[in-house]
């Protein structure tokens, strides 16, 4: 399964474990707004803030809650 495929579910909640550019490993959790051409747009609710996420950095991700509302 593609993590477009696997982030097709819009509004979901999902932790992740992300690799920043510098190399940096952060866990956050996210509300996932869009995927597209390799990019994951979504809110970040740990800072509390939208951020773009580059897909091929996400190294790990588990569903929340499916909560589309």
């Known amino acids: ?3 477009e495929k696997g982030f097709s579910a ?3 909640v999902v932790d992740v474990i ?3 550019k ?3 490993f952060t ?3 996210i509300r996932v ?3 597209r051409d390799g990019y994951v747009r979504a809110f970040c609710i740990d800072s509390g803030a939208q951020r773009v996420f580059l897909a091929a950095n ?3 991700a588990e569903l929340v809650s499916r909560n589309v509302s």
């Open 1 to 3: 399964m593609t993590l």
């Open 10 to 12: 819009i509004g979901c």
């Open 18 to 20: 992300y690799m920043s």
């Open 22 to 24: 510098k190399g940096k």
């Open 27 to 29: 866990k956050r959790r």
């Open 33 to 35: 707004i869009s995927v």
């Open 58 to 60: 996400i190294l790990a």
